[in-house]
C-alpha cells in the first residue's frame, strides 16, 4: 500500500533550509560566475543550473525513461545557450527552434519505451515541461554584452534570489495561513516575499526621478510574484514525492527562475 502525503511528510526545517541554501548557491553564481568571467562565466553558470535541474526534475517527478529524458533536458538547455549566446541580436523566439524539435523528439521518446508504457501522458508532460524550463532560463542571455542589461540581468537574478529565501525562511517559521494541507507554505511568506523582491529592486534602481521609483517596485513586485508562486508550486512536487532527496530542493530553488526569467524580461521590453 502506498503512503499519502501526509504519512510520510517531510520535517518543516527539511523541507526549507536545503532549498533556502540551494537558492543561495544558485543566485552567487548566477551573479559572481558573470562578474568574475564576463560573457562566458554567466553562460557557463547557466548551464551548470540547467543541467542540476534538468537531473534534479527527472529524478524528483520519477519520469519514465530517464536516461533519454536526461538527454533531451541537456540537449534542450545546450542548444537554447548556444542560440541565446552566438548571434548578435539574440531573440527569445528563436528558442522556436529548441522548442518545436524538442517536443517531437519528446513524444517520440515515450512511443519508443517499450510495452507496457506506464505514465506515458504524466511522463510525457514532464518531458516537455522540462524543455520549457531551460528554454526559459535561456532568456537569461538575451541581452549579455551590454553593461546596462547585465546589471538588468543580476538584479532579476537578486530579486528572485531574494524573494525566494525570505519564502523560505519565513515559511520555516510560520506557514501560516496554510494554502493547503500538506504543503508547509502560508499567504504570510508569500506576502513578504513579494516586499523582498520589491526592496532589492528598488535598492539597485539607477538613481532618478520618482517614476523610476515606482516602475522599479511595480517590476520588482512582478517577478518576485511569479517567483514565489511558483515556489509554492514546487513544494506540492516536495510533498507528493518527499522521499527523492536532493533533487527537491534543486527543484525548489531553480523552478522558480525559470518562471520568473521570462516576465522579467518582458516587462524590460515594455520599459524601453
Do not use: K, N
Not at 493547503?180 to 538613481?207: D, M
Not at 510574484?225 to 527523492?244: D, I
Request: charge should be neutral.
Amino acid at each position: 500500500m502506498s503512503h499519502s502525503a501526509l504519512d510520510t511528510e517531510l520535517p518543516r526545517a527539511a523541507h526549507h533550509l536545503p532549498a533556502a541554501g540551494v537558492v543561495v548557491g544558485v543566485t552567487a553564481l548566477l551573479v559572481g560566475a558573470p562578474a568574475v568571467a564576463g560573457d562566458p562565466g554567466r553562460l557557463a553558470a547557466l548551464l551548470v543550473v540547467q543541467l542540476a535541474l534538468v537531473a534534479a526534475w527527472v529524478t524528483a517527478t520519477g519520469i519514465r525513461g530517464f536516461v533519454g529524458s536526461l538527454a533531451i533536458g541537456a540537449a534542450a538547455a545546450i542548444g537554447a545557450d548556444l542560440l541565446m549566446a552566438l548571434p548578435d541580436r539574440p531573440q527569445p523566439g528563436m528558442l522556436l527552434v529548441v522548442l518545436g524539435p524538442g517536443l517531437l523528439v519528446a513524444v517520440l521518446h515515450q512511443m519508443a519505451r517499450p510495452a507496457p508504457r506506464r505514465y506515458l501522458v504524466a511522463s510525457l508532460a514532464g518531458v516537455v515541461m522540462l524543455v520549457c524550463v531551460v528554454c526559459a532560463l535561456a532568456v537569461l542571455l538575451t541581452r549579455a554584452g551590454d553593461a546596462d542589461a547585465d546589471r538588468a540581468v543580476d538584479t532579476t537574478v537578486l530579486v528572485i534570489g531574494a524573494a525566494l529565501l525570505v519564502g523560505h525562511l519565513v515559511d520555516l517559521l510560520l506557514p501560516r495561513p496554510q494554502i493547503a494541507p500538506g504543503v508547509p507554505r502560508g499567504l504570510v511568506a508569500l506576502l513578504l516575499a513579494v516586499l523582498a523582491g520589491v526592496a532589492v529592486s528598488v535598492l539597485r534602481r539607477t538613481p532618478g526621478e520618482l517614476v523610476d521609483s515606482l516602475s522599479a517596485a511595480t517590476t520588482g513586485a512582478a517577478v518576485a510574484g511569479v517567483a514565489a508562486l511558483v515556489a509554492v508550486g514546487a513544494s506540492y512536487v516536495v510533498a507528493e514525492r518527499p522521499q527523492r532527496g536532493w533533487a527537491l530542493p534543486v527543484v525548489q530553488a531553480v523552478l522558480p527562475f525559470a518562471g520568473a526569467v521570462p516576465v522579467a524580461y518582458a516587462l524590460a521590453l515594455t520599459s524601453l
